[in-house]
Every structure is written in C-alpha cells, then in structure tokens.
C-alpha cells in the first residue's frame, strides 16, 4: 500500500474505533463486509453449483493461505481480501453457500458472488451460475440468520454499517454479448449497457430498502486488454482490442451516472463507483513500473482463453513458475501481484465509505 493510503487510514482508525470497537473483531474499520456479483469478486459459491464455471482445484489458490484452491479465481488473495485485511479483518467473510457461513462467522459479512453472473439475469442463468436476484434473496435469509446469531439489534447495526461491495459487467460483455449474435445483433454496446445499468439501479435500490447504506461498485476493466479478448477478438489489432475498452468506458460513465442519481434519490446512502479501468489500464501498458514483466498472457496454462479447468488445470502445459511477473493469472483474471494494486486504488477510492 503506498504511503497516500497510510496515512488517509490512520485519519480515520480511531474514529472507526470508537463506532465499531464494540464488533466482533475491534480492530476492523467497519463491523462486515458484504459482497455480491462475480468471478472477481466469488471465494467459493461456485465450488457448490453445477456450472463449469469452479475454480476448486489446483493450480488456482496455489499461491493462498495452505496454498489450497478455495474457489476463488487467482493464484492467491482477491483484491476484496486485501482490501478486509485493510480495513482490519483477521478472516474473510465466508462464501454463503459454504458450511463455514454459520454461527459467528456471520458476524463479518457473507459473499454471495458467482462466477459468471453478471447484471445480465438470462445469461447469469445459462451459465448456471447464481443470478443478481437470487443472490439478493440468500441475503434475506443471511439478515435472519444474523439476527438469529447477534440479537436484532446488533444485526441491524452491522447491516446498517458494514460495506457493500457489487462487482458485475464483465461476463455480461464477455461471456454474452459479445459472443451472442441474439444480442449483438440486435443491440448496439451502447443500448446493452444502458440495460444493464437499468438493472444496476433496481439492485441498489432493492439493497437500499434491505438496510444497506455503504456500497462500493468496481467498474468494468478495460475488458479489452484481457488476453481472453486479445485472444479472441484481436487478430486485426497490435495491442488492446480498442472497441472493447471505448465500450467500457461508456458503460463506465453510464454507471457513474447512475450512481449519481441513485444518491440523489436515496436518503443516507453511500455509494462509490470504484474506478478498476483506469490502474488495471496503466499496470498493463507500463508492466514495469509496478513490478511486472508479463502483461498480455496469463500465468495459467497457455495464457491464452483458460477460464474453466479444460484450459487450465494441474496438467496444463506452460504454467508460469512465478505468478508476480504476470499481471493476469489466467485468461481474464489478475493476479494476486496486480491484485494488490488494485486493492490499493480502491481503499484510496473508498475512504468516504468508512468515514
């Protein structure tokens, strides 16, 4: 974490400290973290569906605590844990459909991410993974197990406290729309973004009226970049595939729009675009001025497409040695090294959701 970070902690620890020093765990910032959407964002919820979207084997997480898969898709931590180790969590909020969301381990938070949801309800389906809606159904039941656990009136203090956290889009672009004649055919990027921001705006305003007032949302990363869509679609491109990344960045304005709006209409909420394209963009076009040699291929595998365990497995061919030269780990996920960058950019971002 750079010097910046620091310090803007130290500002508000001991009066973090004086709300929260009651919590489960006193040296924590905010009591829980709560968090929904996808692969960037899942720790396990996939390790329990029957989807070909589970990253519960080796070599992923060979590089986490134990050097165990835990589903989460990296070599080791996720910037979200990073960013809980932060903001003071000695453990992780566990991924619900998991034994270990149970009992005190409520206490900090659940994840009901998915690997390959999205915004996009119908492709979130087919994909069998767990839609936006459903995992906003599980955090119903979460609230009432929280109550069950800490009392009704401590539950409602961490879900009004705790921070928020959505991360969602990529899949929608990657995994549906552009692959989909159905819908690229029939919408421009521009009308599918504005669709899904549409459904952005119902979801936060559906948490909203579940209790929760600190969200934090990550943008879509220059989803031109990824060697997924460098493999793919690139054939007639040098670099980045440019249409990709202009298309991300007006979802990205459509979002931060939004996200305006809803604060408007919203009393007491607030609500952080977190900004991924913009460090995710400058780590991959100047690798080494953060450490890194590898920027255009994964760690894992052949580094070309592998995001399920036909591509990318413990008998994959060409699986990098050393994870902290490469910015990406597999074919669309960064690794743990440029994880922490872009951990450090969203405690930088999201300072206003825990002051």
């Not at 803007?8 to 709300?19: E, G, H, N, Q, T």
């Not at 670099?239 to 996200?259: E, L, W």
């Not at 919203?266 to 995710?280: A, C, H, R």
């Amino acid at each position: 974490m750079n010097i910046f970070s620091r310090r803007a902690l130290l500002l508000i620890f001991s009066f973090a400290l004086l709300r929260f020093g009651n919590g489960q765990d006193s040296t924590a910032l905010v009591p829980g973290i709560i968090t929904f959407g996808d692969s960037a964002v899942d720790v396990g919820n996939n390790d329990y569906l029957a989807t070909i979207f589970k990253a519960n084997y080796p070599p992923y997480g060979r590089d986490f605590i134990n050097h165990q898969p835990t589903g989460r898709f990296c070599n080791g931590k996720l910037a979200t844990d990073i960013t809980a180790e932060t903001l003071g969590f000695k453990t992780y909020a566990p991924a619900y459909l998991s034994p270990q969301a149970s009992g005190k381990n409520l206490l900090i938070g659940a994840n009901f991410a998915s690997a390959a949801s999205g915004y996009d309800e119908k492709a979130a389906i087919l994909n069998h993974a767990i839609p936006l809606s459903q995992q906003l159904e599980y955090y119903k039941e979460y609230q009432t197990k929280l109550t069950k656990v800490a009392g009704s009136k401590k539950a409602a203090s961490i879900i009004k406290d705790s921070i928020y956290i959505l991360s969602a889009g990529n899949s929608d672009f990657l995994q549906n729309y552009y692959v989909n004649p159905f819908i690229n055919k029939v919408y421009t990027p521009d009308q599918y973004g504005s669709y899904l921001v549409g459904v952005f705006s119902s979801f936060v305003k559906d948490l909203y009226g579940l209790g929760a007032r600190k969200l934090g949302v990550t943008s879509l990363p220059p989803l031109g970049c990824l060697p997924l869509a460098i493999t793919l679609f690139g054939f007639k491109e040098n670099g980045c595939v440019s249409r990709f990344n202009t298309d991300a960045q007006g979802f990205n304005r459509k979002i931060n729009s939004a996200a305006t709006n809803l604060q408007k209409q919203l009393p007491g909420l607030k609500i952080v675009i977190f900004d991924i394209f913009k460090p995710l963009y400058d780590v991959i076009h100047s690798p080494s001025k953060y450490g890194f040699v590898e920027a255009r291929r994964g760690c894992c595998g052949t580094g070309t497409v592998e995001t399920t365990s036909l591509l990318c497995n413990p008998k994959s061919p060409g699986t990098c040695p050393n994870a902290t030269q490469y910015v990406f780990w597999d074919s669309v996920h960064p690794s743990e090294a440029a994880n922490q960058v872009l951990a450090d950019a969203l405690i930088l971002q999201g300072i206003a959701l825990i002051s």
